[in-house]
């Protein structure tokens, strides 16, 4: 990771987002989400969509899609809530 990199991903979140699911009729996700940056939470959702639209949270493309949207979120720094609809651990 070069000095640029590290420099871009430093600092406060600039939003936050909540990831939800909604059931196993498609589309399965809503991503809501809030900003200052006009724009940011619009284009983060769109890749959101690209990656999970058809993926219900047992398929097993889900778990690397996922991982995606994080890293994802943390090169935006946005604050990521995922809402899978089950109860916690």
Do not use: C, K
């Not at 991903?9 to 991503?31: F, K």
């Not at 724009?39 to 959702?45: A, E, I």
């Not at 769109?46 to 639209?53: E, S």
């Amino acid at each position: 990771m070069s000095m640029t990199d590290l420099s871009e991903t430093e600092g406060p979140p600039r939003g936050r987002v909540r990831v939800i699911y909604l059931g196993p009729v498609a589309p399965h996700w809503d991503v809501q989400g809030e900003s200052e940056v006009r724009g940011l939470v619009d284009d983060f959702r769109a890749r959101v969509n690209a990656r999970l639209l058809l993926l219900p949270p047992h398929d097993p493309q889900f778990r690397r899609n996922r991982e995606r949207v994080v890293r994802d979120a943390e090169r935006e720094r946005l604050t990521l809530e995922w809402d899978l609809g089950l109860p916690d651990e």
